[in-house]
């Protein structure tokens, strides 16, 4: 039975009544009374620091690539359970649900500029239309995340049985809550509204990589096609966003510390630019991801640091668990962060093209784009392109440097997710702080999709529960 409200995301609202801002009107009265009323509102509306960092940070603690070495045999709290991919993140009713929560909150805010832009005063209609398809855009791009938590992995020959997320296009807390989508029918909702909005976004965001763009839109759909295993239609929108929107990589190999990468919000390199919510916030990368880099890439000389950070200790040589960190500013050596982008990027494009390529056995062309990333990460002294006539030695070259360039970014989860739908991805256990195995992921498990909040499902007892690997 459907609820009267849209309770999967009440606890979502509460704290969009106590947010706290810059603007005044980020204050929402509940029922969905917009107060927003003018175009200029909702421009401002689009930039507000939560949709900036709309990317949740807790997202790294499924990853492969994140090790916690204090954590107990017995996890604690939240993100030690998601760590550990429990069944539940939380038993408790009124706990917050981590991720669906959040990022339900980030559907709400864009349904809010999607319903209201049209009735606001002020601005011609091409300002309002722009407007509403930067929120289409920035709603398809959330809706990609949480069909990749809750959905199973896109299977052409399941996605249109396999549940996924309710599609909430409505701001009104009074209105039904949509029963669970499935798969195929989130995707093709993500599909649309990204169509849709193409035709009104702008031409190019240069002033601001946060707002929409065409590239943009195109660098969604690349990846939305990507993670459906459509490798021609994300090679072709992946291209289709390096031909309208940003196409240059910024060169690692060339600079003295990461201070010099420019600010995100003017990136050179960033389609769709987005912070995660833990913006700054250091990560500890297990023992098997620092081994893997090469020690002179840079993008392990630039984010990673033994501790203390100063001086550098120890090198490269990666003696133990706990004592090298992942900095997301970068090493700056000033106190200067420039965060990593989480959205979209140039490099991310190429590696699309790169696979793409791969997988239709082009082994040339995808070295020639993996070329692309990889020659502005190396000093050019001691880089050597990377060739190959085997195409699975190709393709898993290309796949190792998706982890090296985004090791976290918010995707590794979803590649997992994919790769393991492939038997690529072996098992993944997590260790205490002596080395034993307290948690493990092996392949094909049915953990790769999380299970519905209980405290969403007290709210919709009819939904049904996405299977676990106990029953």
Not at 12 to 34: M, Q, W
Not at 58 to 83: A, H, R, V, W
Request: hydrophobic content about 40%; aromatic content about 12%.
């Amino acid at each position: 039975m459907k609820q009267h409200k849209i309770l999967l995301i009440t606890l979502a609202f509460f704290s969009i009544f106590i947010h706290t801002s810059c603007e005044n009107y980020l204050d929402i009265e509940p029922k969905g009374v917009r107060l927003l009323s003018t175009v200029n509102d909702y421009e401002l509306w689009l930039e507000s620091d939560f949709l900036q960092t709309q990317v949740p940070f807790n997202l790294t603690y499924l990853s492969d690539t994140k090790d916690i070495t204090n954590i107990s045999n017995e996890p604690s709290f939240g993100t030690q359970s998601l760590y550990t991919w429990q069944k539940q993140i939380s038993e408790d009713p009124q706990a917050t649900p981590l991720l669906w929560a959040h990022l339900y909150k980030v559907v709400y805010y864009y349904n809010v500029v999607i319903m209201g832009v049209g009735e606001a005063t002020g601005g011609a209609l091409q300002q309002k239309q722009s407007i509403e398809a930067e929120a289409l855009m920035g709603r398809a791009f959330t809706y990609l995340q949480l069909v990749n938590l809750y959905g199973k992995q896109y299977n052409e020959a399941t996605a249109s049985t396999d549940l996924a997320v309710p599609f909430v296009t409505s701001n009104d807390l009074d209105d039904l809550t949509p029963d669970r989508s499935t798969v195929q029918e989130i995707y093709d909702q993500i599909i649309a509204d990204l169509t849709k909005a193409l035709p009104h976004l702008p031409e190019n965001n240069y002033d601001n990589r946060f707002r929409g763009s065409i590239a943009g839109a195109y660098s969604i759909l690349a990846r939305t096609y990507l993670f459906m295993g459509n490798y021609q239609e994300a090679d072709r929108y992946a291209q289709l966003a390096l031909d309208n929107g940003p196409n240059v990589v910024v060169d690692y190999a060339n600079i003295p510390n990461a201070a010099a990468i420019p600010n995100l919000k003017k990136r050179p390199d960033a389609i769709f630019a987005r912070y995660n919510t833990g913006r700054g916030v250091p990560e500890f990368p297990t023992l098997d991801l620092l081994k893997s880099y090469n020690t002179k890439d840079q993008r392990l000389n630039l984010f990673f640091s033994n501790i203390p950070v100063f001086p550098m200790l120890g090198g490269y040589i990666f003696p133990r668990r706990g004592v090298t960190m992942y900095w997301p500013g970068g090493i700056t050596m000033t106190g200067t962060y420039v965060y990593p982008n989480c959205g979209t990027s140039v490099a991310e494009m190429r590696l699309i093209k790169a696979e793409a390529a791969a997988r239709a056995n082009n082994l040339v062309e995808a070295c020639d784009e993996l070329d692309e990333v990889r020659k502005y990460r190396f000093p050019s002294a001691s880089y050597v392109k990377f060739k190959s006539d085997d195409q699975e030695t190709v393709l898993n070259e290309v796949l190792r440097d998706r982890v090296f360039e985004f090791p976290f970014h918010g995707m590794r989860w979803f590649d997992m997710r994919r790769l393991d739908a492939e038997n690529r991805m072996p098992t993944v256990n997590r260790y205490d702080g002596e080395g034993n195995v307290i948690a493990t992921l092996p392949a094909g498990s049915k953990k790769y999709t999380l299970q519905i909040p209980v405290q969403v499902l007290l709210y919709n007892q009819n939904w049904s529960q996405n299977p676990w690997d106990d029953e």
